[in-house]
């Protein structure tokens, strides 16, 4: 069965995103993208998805790579904007995961707007939060969702998922190569994937040096969606991240994230872990 781009999407994000897009509506082009733009210097779509994949650490890099990572340490800051009211914050966030999940901790630090610093931290099968000065035992189930909602494996699910899935995901897709756009260094290749109906679902654009995804695109239940990815740095063999990601709702910018430090090997700081004290200390990058 031949798949539309959008629901490739939705099956490279449904791990961590169940029920965000709805599949078969219409994104259209930008207009800027002109029919005279379709191929020009742009290599087949086979080879290009390939290289794409390559790109990020292929088929034993990307999800899988950070997997087998004894250790997963990163800190890095979100700007926040809430879609009803406004208001905006500012945090600092620190995500630690050690082995496959058995101890995790999560820590916010808010920098600006409003909110509470905390701690959330999973071990030896049971959950605490730590906040104004207390502990607190909750919910195991409560947590892990809390904790997989800023886990890097969430945050970057769509450029892992292409790493190590991308060829076989997208190989069978509806896939178009609309055109290459921009010269030099800020030239990309825009793949739209349309539905049945040979409308536009979905856009995914690459860059068109380094062939990693720079935007991706779809209409979802909540309105349009795009993703964006700067700044790829390469952590382990196969482990390729973007250190910046924009999301983008109905044309607002709800949320930037910049990552400070992803440490994926070393030593393990055992008093991470410890309930005994409630004491909050700062975060690496804290200013």
């Not at 700044?231 to 983008?248: A, N, S």
């Amino acid at each position: 069965m031949v798949r539309t781009l959008l629901e490739k999407i939705v099956l490279l994000s449904s791990r961590f995103i169940a029920g965000v897009l709805a599949v078969g509506l219409a994104l259209l082009l930008p207009p800027w993208l002109g029919a005279s733009q379709a191929l020009g210097g742009a290599p087949e779509m086979g080879v290009l998805i390939e290289r794409m994949s390559r790109a990020l650490g292929g088929s034993s890099g990307g999800a899988r790579a950070l997997e087998q990572a004894e250790l997963i340490d990163v800190v890095f800051q979100r700007k926040v904007k809430e879609s009803s009211s406004g208001r905006k914050m500012t945090a600092l966030h620190r995500f630690v995961q050690v082995g496959a999940g058995q101890r995790s901790r999560l820590d916010i630090r808010i920098a600006e707007g409003k909110g509470r610093d905390s701690a959330t931290i999973v071990r030896d099968g049971a959950a605490f939060l730590l906040v104004d000065g207390a502990v607190h035992e909750i919910s195991l189930a409560a947590v892990e969702a809390r904790l997989g909602e800023f886990s890097p494996f969430r945050l970057f699910s769509v450029p892992l998922a292409l790493a190590t899935d991308g060829p076989q995901m997208l190989g069978d897709a509806a896939l178009v190569l609309a055109g290459k756009v921009g010269s030099g260094r800020d030239s990309r290749f825009i793949l739209v994937g349309k539905g049945a109906d040979g409308s536009e679902t979905a856009r995914l654009e690459l860059d068109a040096n380094s062939y990693r995804p720079v935007e991706v695109a779809f209409r979802s239940a909540g309105g349009d969606i795009v993703y964006r990815y700067g700044d790829y740095r390469e952590l382990r063999k196969g482990l390729i991240v973007p250190f910046r990601r924009e999301f983008i709702r109905n044309g607002i910018l709800l949320s930037t994230t910049e990552v400070l430090s992803f440490v994926t090997e070393g030593p393990v700081d055992d008093s991470l872990f410890d309930t005994a004290g409630a004491e909050l200390e700062p975060l690496p990058g804290d200013r």
